[in-house]
T-cell receptor, first 115, second 116 residues
Framework: AQSVTQPDIHITVSEGASLELRCNYS??????LFWYVQSPGQGLQLLLK??????LVQGIKGFEAEFKRSQSSFNLRKPSVHWSDAAEYFC?????????????FGTGTLLAVQP | DTEVTQTPKHLVMGMTNKKSLKCEQH?????MYWYKQKAKKPPELMFV???????INESVPSRFSPECPNSSLLNLHLHALQPEDSALYLC???????????????FGQGTRLTVV
């Protein structure tokens, strides 16, 4: 079965420091992968997605992610974190099944940003 | 307009009450979703509608009853809920007809439901 693992439950970084959030997936074929961000009490916003092609994907808000098939990973990165990036980040994999595809989310990584 | 609008934002209901959550989008999306999110947990899929027809029910208890009256609206009717049903209920929509993963899923801000 398809699954997503986010090993880090909580990460704290200093403002201006670089960031990498880890995501590992389990999927038999080429996966469709997503990163979403959720601010407290809010819905989810798509940061970026990978379907095929270039393994380095650029997203909104200065985020990027790299798909590494050999490591079954899709880590999210940002070179310089801003205080407004503090939020929960969810990695997700697309799952095929039945009439409609669906997203399977990882457990999330809560990012805190220190001034 | 790239918004999914959910009402109400907050809802407190008793275990004997009947209430409804509403979701609306005007992006022409033909797939709409209900997710349930408990505190500090990822969203869990409840229902999927495709072209106004229920296509996925993730074994959700019958006290949750979805309805898709037209392509822009999605409702979730609630009856005889339990306190453990308290959660953030998220609605989402996406294009259909394409592979879903070629289309972005847009989420609403959610309804924070408390069952007392």
């Amino acid at each position: 079965a398809q699954s997503v693992t986010q090993p880090d439950i909580h990460i704290t970084v200093s403002e201006g420091a670089s960031l990498e959030l880890r995501c590992n997936y389990s999927y038999g074929a080429t996966p469709y992968l997503f990163w979403y961000v959720q601010s407290p009490g809010q819905g989810l916003q798509l940061l970026l997605k990978y379907f095929s092609g270039d393994t380095l994907v650029q997203g909104i808000k200065g985020f990027e992610a790299e798909f590494k098939r050999s490591q079954s990973s899709f880590n999210l990165r940002k070179p310089s974190v801003h205080w407004s990036d503090a939020a929960e980040y969810f990695c997700a994999v697309g799952s095929y099944g039945g009439a409609t595809n669906k997203l399977i989310f990882g457990t999330g990584t809560l990012l805190a940003v220190q001034p | 307009d790239t918004e999914v609008t959910q009402t109400p934002k907050h809802l407190v209901m008793g275990m004997t009450n009947k209430k409804s959550l509403k979701c609306e989008q005007h992006m022409g999306h033909r797939a709409m979703y209900w997710y349930k999110q408990k505190a500090k947990k990822p969203p869990e899929l409840m229902f999927v509608y495709s072209y106004e027809k229920l296509s996925i029910n993730e074994s959700v208890p019958s006290r949750f009853s979805p309805e898709c009256p037209n392509s822009s609206l999605l409702n979730l009717h609630l009856h005889a809920l339990q306190p453990e049903d308290s959660a953030l209920y998220l609605c989402a929509s996406s294009q259909e007809g394409l592979t879903i993963f070629e289309a972005e899923a847009f989420f609403g801000q959610g309804t924070r439901l408390t069952v007392v």
